[in-house]
Each structure stands twice: as structure tokens, then as C-alpha cells.
């Protein structure tokens, strides 16, 4: 069964900075992976989804990368911001294109 | 707008009693699916529906029952036999078309016992 990896759990910066969030995936037969955004008591909200042919897929100041073969994805979020401060998830497509594996997590926290 | 909707946001379960949650979309979306998420876990697959009148069971379905008898609409209620249900359950749905679409999340409900 695929098994998704997030580092950090947690994460905290000054406004700013660039930071990276990690992502790995034990299974490189997958069909696609989602980043997603999800504030406190809420909903998760979709900010990029990578297809497994593309290589990375940016969204204004976030970056999403995705290897295949060494089982990695990383979201990149240049000058963070306090508004930036959320749960990041990542989500691995399996190959029947439908169910999504998820890893736990990572608690980001933006200071002013 | 367009979205999903989940009902109620707080839902609070007797011993012994089975409830219903609530998900309706507007997106005219094919697919839809039932998530668990616990605290400091990522979320865990129940139920997911492709097409009206067909369902199939996610990883942790024990205890759980869903219907698709209308596409705009998946109810998700939580058994008698499901023995830890407090938890927080989000409802998603899928783009038509290709698989290749992201998948859209509602509000939740929060379940708890009472």
C-alpha cells in the first residue's frame, strides 16, 4: 500500500522567507499528486496538482515539483507570508486515477 | 457559486445510534468521496462513488454505509457498529471527464459522542 511522508510535521519561519515543504511516496506507479491547503476546523483546499508525466507546476508564489523515480514532491512557497500559515498536505493519485493517499501533514506557522 | 456543502458542521452521536451526514454538490461532479481525518493523522479513505447508483468501499469502510441514488448527492451515515466515530469527516468530489482533476473539498462535520 502507498505510504506518503511529510517533512516537517512542523514549521515555523519569519515573514519572508522561502521555504520548502517535503513529500515522499513509497510506490512511484502513481498518477498524479495534489497539494493542498487546509486552515484550522476547515475543508482542504487545492492549490496544485501535478500529473506524473509533468515535472512541476507553479501557482503565483508557490512551486510544486514532483520525481518519479526517487518517490519526492516538494512545494515551494517563496516570501512567505502570515496568511501562509495553514496544514500542508500532500496527496498521491493511485494508478485507478480515483483514490488519493495522503500524507499527515505539515503545521506551518508565519511570524510577523 | 459552485461548491460543496456539508451538514450539520457539528454532529453529536448517542450510544447505540446511527446518523446521517449530509454532502451535496453543485459541480455536476461524476465522482464523489467520504474522508476520516484524527488528529495527527492524514486522511483515511471510507467510501467513494464514480457514478450514480454505484459506490465502492475506501480503506477503513467497517461501520460506514453511503448511497449515490442522485449525482448531486452522497450521505455518508455512521453505524451503531462503527465503536470510535468522533473523528472529522470531510466530503470531496471529482471533475467529469478525465481523472486528471483535482478533487474539491467541503467544510466538514465534526462528529462526536455524546
Known amino acids: 500500500k502507498q505510504e506518503v511522508t511529510q517533512i516537517p510535521a512542523a514549521l515555523s519561519v519569519p515573514e519572508g522567507e522561502n521555504l520548502v515543504l517535503n513529500c515522499s511516496f513509497t510506490d512511484s506507479a502513481i498518477y498524479n499528486l495534489q497539494w493542498f491547503r487546509q486552515d484550522p476546523g476547515k475543508g482542504l483546499t487545492s492549490l496544485l496538482l501535478?500529473?506524473?508525466?509533468?515535472r512541476e507546476q507553479t501557482s503565483g508564489r508557490l512551486n510544486a515539483s514532483l520525481d518519479k523515480s526517487s518517490g519526492r514532491s516538494t512545494l515551494y512557497i517563496a516570501a512567505s507570508q502570515p496568511g501562509d500559515s495553514a496544514t500542508y498536505l500532500c496527496?498521491?493519485?493511485?494508478?485507478?486515477?480515483?483514490?488519493?493517499?495522503f500524507g499527515k501533514g505539515t503545521s506551518l506557522l508565519v511570524t510577523p | 457559486d459552485g461548491g460543496i456543502t456539508q451538514s450539520p458542521k457539528y454532529l453529536f452521536r448517542k450510544e447505540g445510534q446511527n446518523v446521517t451526514l449530509s454532502c451535496e454538490q453543485n459541480?455536476?461532479?461524476?465522482?464523489m468521496y467520504w474522508y476520516r481525518q484524527d488528529p495527527g493523522q492524514g486522511l483515511r479513505l471510507i467510501y467513494y462513488s464514480q457514478i450514480v447508483n454505484d459506490f465502492q468501499k475506501g480503506d477503513i469502510a467497517e461501520g460506514y454505509s453511503v448511497s449515490r441514488e442522485k449525482k448531486e448527492s452522497f450521505p455518508l451515515t455512521v453505524t451503531s457498529a462503527q465503536k470510535n466515530p468522533t473523528a472529522f469527516y470531510l466530503c470531496?468530489?471529482?471533475?467529469?471527464?478525465?481523472?486528471?482533476?483535482?478533487?474539491?473539498f467541503g467544510d466538514g462535520t465534526r462528529l462526536s459522542i455524546l
Open positions: 496527496a498521491v493519485g493511485d494508478n485507478s486515477g480515483y483514490a488519493l493517499n
Open positions: 459541480l455536476n461532479h461524476d465522482a
Open positions: 501535478i500529473q506524473s508525466s509533468q
Open positions: 470531496a468530489s471529482r471533475g467529469p471527464g478525465p481523472t486528471n482533476q483535482p478533487q474539491h
